[in-house]
């Protein structure tokens, strides 16, 4: 049950069921009154033959169950990811048997390594077909155990209760991640007393809040005080922890410089003083070169993956590395830790705040703003104010933060335009950064971002996905015609699968071997769906354009054609260490 981040483990206020406790129901009813004791309110799905009794009670529940029809079960996890990231509840998505479970493995896959708690239900075969190779049936569970935190099948109505109780504190506990539960027929249709519903809130060999250890928080403490260059890399350990204000204290009173994985961009307020910026291949310059300068290392939930230390042999050698974590399986695993300190970093970070000292340092910090000014000339003016006749992704991004304020949900699908994304977006606030990160899943944006919606509903939702990601979900615009739910779509369109192609300029000899893609009319495909529309070619268009859409009640689609040929820099080359970034 490995995972990065921290989250706290408190379970939902049962809430009150008398009317079915005691009475005959059919395990697909005991299934919908586990979701509404556990606090569900939406759930994403596609019915199927094998999960069809789900959905038959699901029809007597719609007063106290949303359910959203997706076009794909794919889209349908990755709406429900989208739906606990912005809300930080488990996501919940139903699927039936086979085609339609194993169309979940993508966004099994995805949440498993970016930690998000998810409950997955599907519909099996009836028990006496299982292995008989009967229509629709495939070993979900065997398929998806690499993927999922734990997995169960069941037989039988009345483990129904007990199981879906194990899998949501599970999903939800310790590190989070995603559980699936596969239902046999049979078990959804039988009848059962049903005595009620009880969450749970332990399993044994399962320890998800681990005992900290005061001494290892003691050697952090003085290795910390002792510093002359401490840094501070932090994932999004501390947003699922719920601990954005325990670490801004502790950084606040340590006066160390911070930098983030593109999992933990909005834990900290991008303008935060401290905040120098974000870690790894297309991170900020000075965050990667002072990595392999600083003498103390603070890691708080992050699993140093290799697109942040590019090479490990070459990584922060000269430093004493701190590493805070939930999950005891990241500790030592890829960067030896001097200290590991294994616990909740809600419950940490205080006791390390208490024992650091408070300090400053004027003059490590400005070696930050250094390479900050440096980057700025070689790169970020360039391409937030770009001489070039062609629009840049970064420009956009600078209109859309004026126009926002920093204070959107911003959904990034996979490529150049989540690179730019996440370097140059502004955030005010915690969970407004939702994006691919460890699996790097295109078409990932447009369902996560119908998810965040729900998950958010009184913010402003905006995807921004490129013409590749978009054309792997776009049936999920139909999701949208049908719900009504207002997400802003904006599509970076520079007509090439970007990164791909970046890769073979840079690496291959500008090789541009089948990334040239052709695209549909997207705001007439838009239009098709009941979607308002537009595409822009000029950059006098930008601004007002982005404002028409932000104002425009409902969904709207804006495309944005921007150069087919910019690079996203600073870039660390694949095998290079992160001193070798290049900003050009």
Same mark, same amino acid.
């Given at each position: 049950?490995?995972?990065?981040?921290?989250?706290?483990?408190?379970?939902?206020e049962?809430?009150?069921?008398?009317?079915?406790?005691?009475?005959?129901?059919?395990?697909?009813?005991?299934v919908?009154?586990?979701?509404?004791?556990?606090?569900?309110?939406?759930?994403?799905?596609?019915?199927g033959?094998?999960?069809m009794?789900?959905?038959?009670?699901?029809?007597d529940?719609?007063d106290?169950?949303?359910?959203?029809?997706?076009?794909?079960?794919?889209?349908?996890?990755?709406?429900?990811q989208?739906?606990?990231?912005?809300?930080?509840?488990?996501?919940?998505?139903?699927?039936?048997?086979?085609?339609?479970?194993?169309?979940l493995v993508?966004?099994?896959?995805?949440?498993?390594?970016?930690?998000?708690?998810?409950?997955?239900?599907?519909?099996?075969?009836?028990?006496?077909?299982?292995?008989?190779d009967?229509?629709?049936?495939?070993?979900v569970?065997?398929i998806?155990t690499?993927?999922?935190k734990?997995?169960?099948?069941?037989?039988?109505?009345?483990?129904?209760p007990?199981? #879906?109780? %194990?899998?949501?504190?599970? !999903?939800?506990?310790g590190?989070p991640?995603p559980?699936?539960?596969? /239902?046999? +027929? *049979?078990?959804?249709i039988?009848k059962?007393?049903y005595?009620?519903?009880?969450?749970?809130n332990?399993?044994?060999?399962?320890?998800?809040?681990?005992?900290?250890?005061?001494?290892?928080?003691?050697?952090?403490a003085?290795?910390?005080?002792?510093?002359?260059k401490?840094?501070?890399?932090?994932?999004q350990?501390?947003?699922?922890?719920?601990?954005?204000?325990?670490?801004?204290?502790?950084?606040?009173?340590a006066?160390?410089?911070?930098?983030?994985?593109?999992?933990?961009?909005?834990?900290?307020?991008?303008?935060?003083p401290?905040?120098?910026?974000?870690?790894?291949?297309?991170?900020?310059?000075?965050?990667?070169?002072?990595?392999?300068?600083c003498?103390?290392?603070?890691?708080v939930?992050?699993r140093?993956?290799?697109?942040?230390?590019?090479? #490990?042999? %070459?990584?922060?050698?000269? !430093?004493k590395?701190?590493?805070?974590?939930?999950?005891?399986?990241? /500790?030592? +695993? *890829?960067?030896?830790?001097?200290?590991?300190?294994?616990?909740?970093?809600?419950?940490?970070?205080?006791?390390?705040?208490?024992?650091?000292?408070?300090?400053v340092?004027?003059?490590?910090?400005?070696?930050?703003?250094?390479?900050?000014?440096?980057?700025?000339k070689?790169?970020?003016?360039?391409?937030?104010?770009?001489s070039?006749?062609?629009?840049?992704?970064?420009?956009?991004?600078?209109?859309?933060n004026?126009?926002?304020?920093?204070n959107?949900?911003?959904?990034?699908d996979?490529?150049q335009h989540?690179?730019?994304?996440?370097?140059?977006?502004?955030?005010n606030?915690?969970?407004?950064?939702?994006?691919?990160?460890g699996?790097g899943?295109?078409g990932?944006?447009?369902?996560?971002?119908?998810?965040?919606?729900?998950?958010?509903?009184?913010?402003?939702v905006?995807a921004?996905?490129?013409?590749?990601?978009?054309?792997?979900?776009?049936?999920?615009?139909?999701?949208?015609?049908?719900?009504?739910?207002?997400?802003?779509?904006?599509?970076?369109?520079?007509?090439?699968?970007?990164?791909?192609?970046?890769?073979?300029?840079?690496?291959?000899?500008?090789?541009?071997?089948?990334?040239?893609?052709?695209?549909?009319d997207?705001?007439?495909v838009?239009?098709?769906?009941?979607?308002?529309?537009?595409?822009?070619?000029?950059?006098?268009?930008?601004?007002?354009?982005?404002?028409a859409?932000?104002d425009?009640?409902?969904?709207?689609?804006?495309?944005?054609?921007?150069?087919?040929?910019?690079?996203?820099f600073?870039?660390?080359?694949?095998?290079?260490?992160?001193?070798?970034?290049?900003?050009?």
């Amino acid at each position: 049950m490995s995972t990065t981040a921290q989250i706290t483990t408190t379970s939902p206020e049962p809430q009150s069921i008398s009317s079915a406790k005691g009475s005959e129901l059919t395990g697909s009813q005991a299934v919908l009154e586990a979701c509404i004791v556990e606090g569900v309110s939406t759930i994403f799905g596609y019915p199927g033959g094998a999960i069809m009794p789900i959905y038959d009670a699901l029809y007597d529940y719609n007063d106290k169950l949303k359910h959203i029809l997706v076009r794909h079960e794919q889209g349908g996890i990755h709406a429900a990811q989208g739906y606990a990231r912005a809300s930080g509840k488990v996501g919940v998505v139903f699927a039936t048997s086979g085609p339609g479970a194993t169309n979940l493995v993508t966004g099994l896959a995805d949440a498993m390594i970016d930690s998000t708690p998810l409950v997955a239900i599907t519909g099996q075969v009836f028990a006496h077909l299982l292995g008989t190779d009967a229509f629709q049936e495939t070993d979900v569970v065997n398929i998806t155990t690499p993927v999922t935190k734990w997995n169960y099948q069941v037989t039988d109505a009345t483990e129904i209760p007990a199981v #879906l109780a %194990k899998a949501f504190y599970i !999903a939800r506990s310790g590190r989070p991640g995603p559980v699936l539960i596969d /239902i046999t +027929k *049979n078990a959804q249709i039988q009848k059962f007393r049903y005595e009620g519903y009880t969450p749970c809130n332990h399993v044994r060999s399962y320890r998800p809040k681990p005992i900290v250890r005061k001494e290892y928080i003691e050697e952090a403490a003085r290795l910390i005080n002792a510093a002359e260059k401490p840094f501070v890399v932090f994932g999004q350990g501390v947003i699922l922890g719920k601990a954005e204000k325990e670490f801004k204290a502790f950084i606040e009173k340590a006066g160390i410089p911070a930098a983030w994985t593109i999992l933990g961009l909005s834990a900290l307020p991008t303008d935060h003083p401290l905040n120098v910026g974000m870690l790894g291949m297309h991170g900020n310059y000075g965050p990667n070169v002072m990595t392999n300068e600083c003498d103390v290392l603070i890691a708080v939930g992050m699993r140093f993956d290799d697109r942040v230390t590019g090479r #490990l042999d %070459k990584y922060a050698k000269q !430093a004493k590395v701190i590493h805070l974590d939930i999950d005891p399986s990241e /500790i030592d +695993k *890829n960067v030896k830790a001097t200290v590991g300190v294994w616990g909740d970093c809600k419950e940490t970070l205080p006791m390390l705040t208490k024992l650091v000292e408070a300090k400053v340092y004027p003059q490590w910090v400005e070696k930050f703003r250094a390479c900050d000014a440096e980057e700025n000339k070689e790169v970020i003016f360039e391409e937030l104010h770009p001489s070039t006749e062609k629009m840049t992704m970064g420009e956009v991004m600078r209109n859309l933060n004026e126009l926002t304020g920093g204070n959107a949900v911003i959904v990034t699908d996979v490529g150049q335009h989540q690179m730019v994304a996440c370097r140059y977006a502004k955030f005010n606030q915690s969970k407004s950064n939702i994006t691919s990160g460890g699996l790097g899943t295109m078409g990932f944006g447009l369902p996560a971002a119908i998810g965040a919606k729900f998950g958010a509903p009184d913010r402003t939702v905006i995807a921004i996905i490129g013409d590749g990601g978009m054309q792997m979900t776009i049936q999920e615009l139909g999701t949208i015609m049908q719900t009504g739910v207002d997400v802003k779509i904006l599509i970076l369109n520079n007509e090439f699968l970007g990164m791909v192609r970046q890769w073979q300029q840079l690496f291959n000899d500008r090789r541009y071997s089948f990334v040239d893609i052709a695209s549909p009319d997207f705001v007439m495909v838009a239009k098709g769906y009941g979607i308002a529309g537009n595409k822009i070619t000029d950059r006098a268009d930008l601004k007002a354009a982005l404002q028409a859409m932000l104002d425009h009640k409902g969904s709207y689609l804006l495309e944005v054609m921007v150069g087919k040929e910019n690079n996203v820099f600073p870039m660390v080359p694949q095998g290079c260490s992160v001193s070798e970034v290049r900003l050009k």
